[in-house]
């Protein structure tokens, strides 16, 4: 079955450079969500987008920018990265059914592994 | 806010033995709960969800958790510990009307021989 696609896997990037991780939804899923997970600690919610529009926003730095396309892809952009900003940043997709976004399952990609040095 | 803690951020277990992962969560309103495990280097994987149907929930590769709502608990158990399981495990919430999930700090799983 098909899964959620993040690009790149692996990116290293030096302090106030900028990043733009990708993310392909599993297809007819049209809810992205961004998280961030720190070397050892549990995956924090940045931000969600539903059919292209922004649905919810968490621990998102105002470095950090995202956006969802019509073709339910995602993009995470970040600028002027600090070494704070290493850590691995998951997308994951959720088919909505109804309104109840909150009971369905978000399907996880394998992360982009940033590096900031 | 709804959160989750996850009692023990490592548990040994013995090949074979029963697996328990402790979460309790705390919320004003009914939750949905999930369970999610992640491989070395690897993504986050359902392994089984609570979403206000029954009680005993039972996921992939054996196994399951119960929703107490007396003990704000949503644990997660195996009977028989595999070396495979052995991988971080992550309990998370979220609550009617938001689609965010909130996790827990997350257990590693050892199994020995």
């Known amino acids: 079955a098909a899964g959620v696609i993040q690009s790149p896997r692996h990116l290293i990037k030096e302090k106030r450079e900028t990043a733009t991780l990708k993310c392909y939804p599993i297809?007819?899923?049209?809810?992205v969500y961004w998280y961030q997970q720190g070397p050892g600690q549990d995956p924090q919610f940045l931000i969600s987008f539903y059919e292209k529009m922004q649905s919810d926003k968490g621990s998102i730095p105002d470095r950090f920018s995202a956006q969802q396309f019509s073709d339910y892809h995602s993009e995470l952009n970040m600028s002027s990265l600090e070494l704070g900003d290493s850590a691995l940043y998951f997308c994951?997709?959720?088919?909505?059914?109804?309104?109840?976004?909150?009971?369905?399952?978000?399907?996880f990609g394998p992360g982009t592994r940033l590096l900031v040095l | 806010a709804q959160s989750v803690t996850q009692l023990g951020s490592h548990v040994s277990v013995s090949e074979g033995a029963l697996v328990l992962l402790r979460c309790n969560y705390s919320s004003s309103v009914p939750p949905y709960l999930f369970w999610y495990v992640q491989y070395p280097n690897q993504g986050l994987q359902l392994l089984l969800k609570?979403?206000?149907?029954?009680?005993l929930v039972k996921g992939i590769n054996g196994f399951e958790a119960e929703f107490k709502k007396s003990e704000t608990s949503f644990h997660l158990t195996k009977p028989s510990a595999h070396m495979s399981d052995a991988a971080e495990y992550f309990c998370a919430v979220t609550v009617g009307g938001g689609n965010k999930l909130t996790f827990g700090t997350g257990t590693q799983l050892k199994v020995e021989l």
């Open positions: 297809p007819r899923h049209d809810t």
């Open positions: 609570y979403t206000s149907a029954a009680t």
């Open positions: 994951a997709s959720s088919p909505t059914v109804g309104l109840a976004l909150s009971r369905e399952t978000q399907y």
